[in-house]
Structure formats: C-alpha cells, structure tokens
C-alpha cells in the first residue's frame, strides 16, 4: 500500500506561482513513478508531469512544458509540483498518483491522493 497526500493548493492571480507537495508513505512507494494529474470541471483527468524517485528523469505534458518542475525530495519522501507563469486554465483539483512506471493515462495508477485545489484568476 502506498499513501499519497498532497498539499499547497491556493488562489494566485495569473503570471504567479504555486508549489504542490505530496507526501508518500508505505513499504515499497520508492518503487513507483509518481504522476501529477489535473482535473477541471467538466473535463477529464489529465497528466501534467511525473517524475521516477530514483534517476529523476521527468515527463510533461506539452501544455506545461518549461512552466511546471516536478522534483522529489528523497529525504522528505516528498514529491513537488512547482508551477510558475500560471494561467487562468491551469485552474483545476491537483492530484499525484503512484503508479509502477511512466503512464499518461490516469485509469493505469494505483494510488492517489484527495487531490488540492489550484485557482488562477485573470
């Protein structure tokens, strides 16, 4: 079992700039890619980036791509998503996901956490 749990969500006007954490815990979660998904009203869960906790190799999704860093924090057991020049559509429920390797697809991740709640206003 492997337990996620995110936070750092908040309210930012455009051009700002927001860090999510999420905090893994259980026996094995250094085995999995942990994934960060969004989630708008109305639209399905998309990737955004994700990250592997040993060689930090890192995938993004093209509509975030040189915006958001995602990086762990070994020590931590500790995943970030830090979001810079966000936009009004980068408003959505954040989640990471553990899954056991690199997956764009959310149906394919085992773990999730409850997720936190980004808002970019105009």
């Known amino acids: 079992q492997v337990q996620l749990a995110e936070s750092g969500g908040g309210s930012v006007q455009a051009g700002g700039s927001l860090r999510l954490s999420c905090a893994a815990s259980g026996r094995t979660f250094r085995t999995y890619y942990m994934g960060w998904f969004r989630q708008a009203p109305g639209k399905e869960r998309e990737f955004v980036g994700g990250?592997?906790?040993?060689?930090?190799?890192?995938q993004y999704a093209d509509s975030v791509k040189g915006r958001f860093t995602v990086s762990t924090d070994n020590a931590k057991n500790t995943v970030y998503l830090q979001m810079n020049s966000l936009k009004p559509e980068d408003t959505a429920v954040y989640y990471c996901?553990?899954?056991?390797?690199?997956?764009?697809?959310?149906?394919?991740?085992?773990?999730w956490g409850q997720g936190t709640q980004v808002t970019v206003s105009s």
């Open positions: 990250i592997s906790w040993g060689g930090g190799r890192t």
């Open positions: 996901a553990a899954n056991l390797g690199f997956a764009a697809v959310a149906d394919l991740y085992d773990y």
